[in-house]
């Protein structure tokens, strides 16, 4: 990685952003979204040529009532208790799309787990946290940034665990 933004998209979003006042390197990569599109992670890893498993879904949560954020391969599932154990709580359940949009600011689709309008808490797969790079939401549709995993969690404060089922 070479540490400036290339690809596309000339406009900055307020995720590459905060990448790039953490200092992070990052490159972004547009691809054609398709909000039909059964899975958007497993659709943008056939339109970026890449293994799902390196493209990395950013999921709103409630943690015991709580917002949270899960980032996982594209082709695994969040285990709800698995999570909920990784952050500290009882129990978690996927955010309702009005309320994942108000609170992280970006529209479903298009979340990233970076530039959020409210911090909040973050766990990473930990078999994604491993990976040589990775893929994750750009902060809007059809945007993805190629990084390290480390330097996502670093970013993010974020706990690393295994998460899916």
Same mark, same amino acid.
Do not use: W
């Given at each position: 990685?070479?540490?400036?933004?290339?690809?596309?998209?000339?406009?900055?979003?307020?995720?590459?952003?905060?990448?790039?006042?953490?200092?992070?390197?990052?490159?972004?990569?547009?691809?054609?979204?398709?909000?039909?599109?059964?899975?958007?992670?497993?659709? &943008?890893? #056939?339109?970026?040529?890449?293994?799902?498993?390196?493209?990395? $879904?950013? @999921?709103?949560?409630? *943690?015991? !009532? %709580?917002? &949270?954020? #899960?980032?996982?391969?594209?082709?695994?599932?969040?285990?709800? $208790?698995? @999570?909920?154990?990784? *952050?500290? !709580? %009882?129990? &978690?359940?996927?955010?309702?799309?009005?309320?994942?949009?108000?609170?992280?600011?970006?529209?479903?689709?298009?979340?990233?787990?970076?530039?959020?309008?409210?911090?909040?808490?973050?766990?990473?797969?930990?078999?994604?946290?491993?990976?040589?790079?990775?893929?994750?939401?750009?902060?809007?549709?059809?945007?993805?940034?190629?990084?390290?995993?480390?330097?996502?969690?670093?970013?993010?404060?974020?706990?690393?665990?295994?998460?899916?089922?």
């Amino acid at each position: 990685m070479t540490g400036c933004q290339t690809g596309a998209m000339s406009k900055s979003t307020r995720a590459t952003l905060a990448l790039a006042k953490a200092g992070v390197s990052f490159t972004t990569h547009s691809y054609d979204y398709d909000a039909d599109a059964d899975s958007i992670g497993l659709a &943008a890893a #056939a339109a970026l040529g890449e293994d799902p498993g390196c493209v990395l $879904k950013t @999921l709103m949560v409630l *943690l015991d !009532g %709580k917002p &949270a954020c #899960a980032i996982v391969p594209s082709n695994r599932e969040v285990a709800m $208790k698995k @999570l909920a154990s990784a *952050l500290g !709580g %009882k129990s &978690a359940q996927m955010m309702k799309v009005p309320e994942a949009e108000r609170i992280s600011g970006y529209k479903v689709g298009g979340i990233s787990p970076f530039g959020q309008t409210r911090a909040v808490p973050a766990v990473m797969e930990e078999a994604a946290a491993s990976l040589p790079y990775a893929y994750i939401n750009g902060g809007q549709r059809g945007l993805q940034v190629r990084l390290l995993p480390a330097d996502a969690v670093r970013v993010l404060g974020a706990k690393v665990a295994a998460i899916t089922a």
